[in-house]
């Protein structure tokens, strides 16, 4: 069984039954603080005129739905009853009159977020995932920002579930020979590792060495997506353990942390590293291995704080963030990789297992580098 964290601090409250506009459905996720994933009930709203209502038949299982559910993060994305999953993929059931890019039938994932405001700069520019009045996060999300329908004094529902119901925007078409087991966590793990190479130059036609921090779920996807940009790929891990997998993956070098030797020779060497170390560690070594003007993006959600002086930005290096990506950058992210057949690895598990799977990622983590992936319809027998 996992563990959970500051009981001191708890946001709990009733399952609620369906009102009106809504239907109910069957999930899968923790009723209470303190309790193991079990079947539940949930209410989902009907589909309204932008809506698209989504056949759940895969979600991917990701290290932060064990974050969230488990508590760590109260009040900001732990709520009970939680019904994680934010990596889904299916077949769309219903479609609202004014849909236009998807019909029933289609293929088709949702993603991290299911609404923002729509209004604000960076809406406009289709990056909702960096909304100035925040996003609504497709679990455990607060309805604040009018494109739900339904009961809005509850929090999301998430992807251990059996269908799913959102605005348009956030539904995005998969190409028909796509496979829907391998497709949930590109919308996770895929835009998570494809926007900061976006949106840093990775798809500009220079050729850079770009690092790679953490060769777990998002770092093999991150090895796989730089090496098809073209460029010289660097695994960096704390120990020599994972270094044939990841030359495996697609990455031409390996520096192990703990070594020295290794780390010494690849000092000012990297234009660009990706964090995806999803524990809270020292940086400052990994900003050694950035040539002048390199960029390190940390990617991996801590709740502590970071400790780092000037002296380690000099020179010219920098230190930023990203989370997730946008729907502009989101299609972008899914035509790259099925052009270029870019998946993860992963595992096909259903719903019985999912305490030994949480157990596992909040203690080892991706210890072989494969996502978990939900299939909904076998749990269901």
Known sequence: MFDFVNPEVQFNSPLPAPQE?????????????????????????????????????????????????TNELPGMFSRYPCVAGHELAGKVLEVGKNVKDVKVGDKAGIGCYVDSCFECPMCKDKQENYCFKHATTTYNGIKMNGHINGNLDIHTFGGYSNTYVCHQRFVFKLPDDMPLEKAGPLFCAGITMFEPLYNHGALEGKKMNIGVAGIGGLGTMGIKLANKMGHTVTAISSSERKREMALGKGAHNYVAMSNKESVSGNMASLNLIIDTVPVHHDIKPYMSLLAPGGTLVLI??????????????????????????GTKVTKEMVKFCYEHQVYPDIDIITADKLNDVWEELQKVGNANSTRYVLDIKASLK
């Not at 239907?23 to 709203?45: M, N």
């Not at 005129?49 to 299982?61: E, H, R, S």
């Not at 959600?301 to 020179?315: A, H, R, T």
């Open 21 to 69: 506009g809504e239907y109910s459905e069957q999930a899968w996720g923790i009723e209470k603080f303190g309790e193991p994933i079990k079947p539940l009930t949930i209410p989902r709203p009907n589909v309204g005129d932008d809506d698209v209502k989504l056949d759940v038949i895969y979600c991917g299982i990701c290290h932060s739905d064990v974050t969230s559910g």
């Open 300 to 325: 991996g959600v801590v709740p502590k704080n970071y400790d780092f002086g000037l002296m380690e930005l000099i020179p010219m290096r920098k230190i930023t963030c990203s989370v997730v990506g």
